[in-house]
């Protein structure tokens, strides 16, 4: 039996669930009959699919 693992699911970008790029059709096909994409990243992550955890702070007395 493999032991599961648990991932820290705290850093997935709250904008794109993790998902940090997709393709987007331009409608416009290429010579070969595949259609033309563009690929797009996430403005949150830039394309990461992951955020930066907030940095620890001393509190001031």
Known sequence: ????HRHDHGRICPNCDG???AAIATGNHLPD???HTIPVDCLTCHG???I???LAT???A
């Open 33 to 35: 009959g595949s259609r």
């Open 19 to 21: 998902f940090a790029r």
């Open 1 to 4: 039996m493999m032991p599961q």
């Open 58 to 60: 001393a509190k001031s």
């Open 52 to 54: 930066a955890r907030p």
């Open 48 to 50: 990461l699919g992951v």
